[in-house]
């Protein structure tokens, strides 16, 4: 890190200079001197407003600590309450109505509901999956899992299970007469397909031919008129793709010849720099910009072993088919891909400025994910596109995350329009997606979306951060209800509510995506079939998936529900209180016995070790983590955020000590060391404790907790992991 160069005024880490300068400019029409000089410019501008925007932060929270220390109560009487926090300009005055405006948004946002997936995109192969993951097999993902049960002689392993295989068939038949129902009869009855006309012809058991209940859910097929290798439907315009061979194993033991059920599952993903991935330095940077540069010119590729073979995965070709009337067609095989940004907050050592102090990171990730990008979109907005492996419009997806109130949610989009100059990329092609994550943003979401009308293309619901910017915010009232129990309070379902209406109610319908948040369980799909439709159905045209197989499976709630028709009803609801959102969720008369507050601690505390150890010693931000019943969780940093946050609560109220604390780590540095036993590169922290960068890490998040900017982990993070590479190096 040692090693820089001098441009426009930025000292500059070698390894990303040269990356930028001969792998990422060549081909974008932006010379080196002038995209030098520009960053420069920008960063010299900006660096000193992102500063002060985060100075604001902490002159607010310190304002809400001494009101609650002043009025231990006061938060019970919320006019009291809302008043103070609008006399300080935490809650600022809310504007007329208004429309977003949002242009040249593609149609997997603006007029598709399905499901998104959040992928480290440090991690090529996990990027390569999760782009590749626009289509899936539906058998798959239901003979896999335990979405079929394993009852009755159904077990998973072994070859294949035949009892298992027509549990499987059934199920896709039951979907089949949901999504796309024949005009008469029911798909288990189905014996052949055929082409005539146009139309799609189809042979039942009792010798009668049928059609679809809706014809033109007929969109192509493969093969002949005659001899169809497959058929692809739509519904609620998501696409089915009915897969036929009587020679495959499943087929031939099928009456229709049906193999297999494809289904277009995730319709977006999320490329993470943020918080599933582990970036501290120069080198890290330019390994996540690397990928998501390959994923814009759309040559990414990485070379792995599986089964004793070597595999190369890329980029998906399209999917051909002949249209109902015989014509080529053709639809994409890759996701719509969005880059999340990392927040106002961090800076990173990789560019240092002219007065030695690091570059804000989301200054930074604008400039060089935009300067990525071109390569995908060109001019942006209709300019010459050649053949684009990403938007059609020429438009640029951006989530922002960890934003407090509308000021920063405008700075964000000043940063774009600036970003947009210094690359010759038309205005308004850097789309903006809103993380509605952290307080100050959920009582002024209808402001926030205004500063970025004319860029916005996604808000969101986040329970994890949302939750621990809860905490932290009201640290002072008092101590928060157990964990556990915050999915049941007040303030959760209204900010839930209150996201989905304020964005029906400034039109994002149409122009933008209002998505829910993660299934944190990828290996409970049963559960998530079960209880995830509760998101379409809350008029929620995306929300968050663990894994193309969880995609897959999603996607056939977006069968199920449509919900441009639900958003159409909720938009005649009443907007969800502000007051029930302001309600503090804190336990007025705790009567936990001791059991209840070691288990609280125990639970915490071994998911804050499990993450964190992993995140330190191998620069790993995103995994699936065993919890203390040892049911895998995919972990990331708001999942330590709110274990961490709420530890530091109790300590600070008094319901623990700090005696408690480090016994408690202790005693589950042991319990993470046996779940990871098996891991050749780990290495234990039991007995280790002081020398153990990764534990004196995870018990400083806590200790420390009360200290850290909003409650958030990158500092501590960022700081012990720089420390731990800096060992490991020498």
């Known amino acids: 890190m040692s090693e820089r160069t001098s441009e426009g005024g930025l000292q500059v880490a070698k390894i990303l200079h040269d990356f930028i300068n001969v792998e990422v400019l060549p081909g974008t029409g932006v010379e080196t001197d002038a995209f030098w000089d520009g960053f420069g410019k920008i ?300 927040g106002h907050l961090m800076t990173n050592p990789a560019i240092l400025m002219a007065d030695g102090g690091e570059i804000p990171e989301g200054i930074m990730d604008a400039v060089i994910s935009a300067a990525c990008s071109k390569h995908d979109i060109g001019g942006g907005n209709g300019a010459e596109d050649g053949h684009r492996k990403n938007s059609a419009h ?52 209808k402001e926030c979306i205004r500063a970025a009308k004319d860029r916005v293309v996604f808000i969101n619901t986040g329970f994890l951060d949302r939750t621990g910017d809860e905490m932290f915010t009201s640290m002072e009232a008092g101590p928060m209800i157990r964990k556990g129990d915050m999915k049941q309070s007040a303030w959760i379902a209204a900010y839930e509510d209150w996201n989905v209406d304020i964005g029906l109610e400034c039109g994002l319908a149409g122009h933008a995506q209002i998505g829910k948040g993660m299934w944190a369980m990828p290996d409970l799909m049963a559960a998530m079939l079960e209880q995830k439709i509760g998101h379409p159905k809350a008029g929620a045209n995306t929300a968050w998936v663990p894994s193309p197989t969880a995609a897959t499976l999603h996607a056939t709630h977006y069968h199920e529900v449509n919900v441009h028709e639900v958003q159409a009803e909720l938009k005649n609801r009443d907007r969800a209180k502000l007051a029930d959102i302001l309600s503090i969720p804190v336990a007025s008369r705790p009567n936990w016995t001791l059991e209840d507050i070691q288990a609280e601690l125990d639970n915490n505390a071994q998911g804050i070790l499990g993450y964190v150890v992993r995140w330190i010693d191998q620069g790993v931000g995103c995994s699936k983590v065993p919890d203390i019943n040892d049911v895998g969780l995919m972990e990331d940093r708001a999942t330590l955020r709110i274990s961490s946050q709420h530890m530091a609560n109790w300590l600070h109220h008094g319901i623990v000590d700090k005696q408690q604390i480090h016994d408690t780590f202790a005693k589950m540095a042991k319990k993470v060391d046996e779940q990871n036993a098996g891991d050749p590169a780990y290495e234990n922290m039991s007995g280790r404790e002081s020398e153990s960068v990764a534990y004196q890490a995870a018990l400083e998040l806590v200790l420390k907790g009360r200290e850290q900017p909003s409650g958030y982990t990158e500092p501590v993070l960022h700081r012990r992991r720089l420390e731990k590479k800096s060992s490991l190096a020498s």
């Open 43 to 342: 960063v010299a501008d900006l660096a000193p407003r992102n500063a002060e925007l985060l100075a604001k932060r902490d002159d607010l929270q310190a304002n809400v600590n001494e009101w609650h220390k002043d009025n231990r109560d006061g938060f019970q009487n919320m006019e009291v309450y809302e008043n103070f926090l609008r006399d300080i300009g935490y809650i600022v005055p809310e504007g007329p109505a208004f429309s977003v405006s949002t242009g040249h948004v593609d149609d997997e946002i603006a007029a598709i509901a399905g499901p998104q997936l959040v992928v480290p995109v440090l991690n090529a192969r996990f990027a390569l999956n999760a782009a590749n993951a626009r289509w899936g097999s539906l058998y798959d993902a239901l003979y896999g899992t335990d979405a079929i049960s394993e009852e009755g002689g159904a077990a998973k392993g072994g070859g294949y299970n035949e009892i298992r295989g027509n549990r499987v068939i059934a199920w896709g038949r039951d979907f089949l007469n949901t999504a796309v129902p024949l005009a008469s009869g029911s798909w288990t009855d189905v014996q052949g397909f055929s082409v005539e006309n146009a139309e799609l012809k189809i042979a039942m058991a009792d010798g009668s031919t049928t059609a679809l209940a809706t014809p033109s859910d007929f969109c192509g097929y493969k093969g002949t008129e005659a001899g169809l290798d497959s058929i692809l439907l739509a519904n609620n315009g998501m696409h089915i793709d009915i897969i036929i061979d009587r020679q495959h194993q499943v087929g031939q033991t099928d009456q229709a010849g049906i193999a297999d059920i494809v289904l277009e599952s995730a319709l977006t993903t999320i490329m993470d720099n943020e918080d599933s991935i582990a970036a501290v330095d120069a080198e890290d940077k330019v390994g996540a910009y690397r990928n998501w540069l390959g994923l814009m010119k759309g040559n990414l590729e990485e070379t792995l072993e599986k089964g004793g073979k070597t595999i190369t995965r890329r980029l998906n070709d399209a999917r051909e088919y002949l249209s109902p009337t015989g014509e080529d067609v053709w639809f994409k095989a890759q996701v719509l891909m969005l880059n999340r940004n990392v």
């Open 394 to 445: 020429g438009s640029m997806y951006i989530v922002k995350p960890k934003m407090h109130g509308p000021e920063e949610v405008a700075f964000a989009s000043e940063i774009f329009a600036r970003v947009e100059e210094l690359l010759n990329i038309a205005p308004n092609s850097l789309k903006m997606g809103i993380m509605d994550e952290e307080r100050r943003t959920t009582v002024n979401l």
